[in-house]
């Protein structure tokens, strides 16, 4: 039976509330377990959804933390609303955080754009994310694990990669 559903998922059948993304808590539960069982420690499913003018773009991530405790961060420009899923021209990137002791690295996935299309905004420990091209439009707003120093952060951008460096405040 876990059998069927993996090659289920592995066919595309996972969803994320866009008309049966994870189609009900037991598919996430089944997944977890399965993660758990192959000693897996992150997994991600994209897709997309082509119309005559729309493209809709969605996605997930679940990594498996210290504790066993999972986080799942969904990414794309597909949005629940009470009328069902909705296409957005601005897409939310794939973001990770990463803990490097006395500072953080967050990687962002932002294809389409160039270095010059892309603004970084850090505020305390929130960090804004935004680029727009002819083509496409990210944004995302970020909360930090803990405060960071003022100041403008290290940021640099290569093949569709965005990685953004700022050092945590004292005692942060």
Known sequence: ????????????????????????????????????????????????LKGKELKGVYGFNIK?????????????????????????????????????????????ELPGVEAGDIKVDLKDDILTITAESKERKYSKETLLPSRTQSGAPGVSYRNGILEVRVRKASGG
Not at 70 to 94: A, Q, W, Y
Not at 97 to 107: A, C, K, N, P, T
């Open 64 to 108: 498996i933390g210290l504790g066993g405790a999972p986080s799942v961060e969904t990414f794309g420009n597909i949005r629940k609303s009470k009328e069902g899923p909705v296409v957005e021209e601005v897409r939310e990137p794939l973001l990770d955080v990463l803990d490097e002791g006395d500072s953080f690295r967050i990687v962002a």
């Open 1 to 48: 039976m876990a059998t069927d559903k993996k090659a289920g998922r592995e066919a595309g059948e996972i969803n994320l509330g866009l008309g049966g993304v994870f189609r009900g808590l037991g598919n996430l539960i089944d997944l977890l377990s399965e993660m758990t069982e192959e000693g897996k420690t992150e997994i991600s499913q994209t897709g997309e």
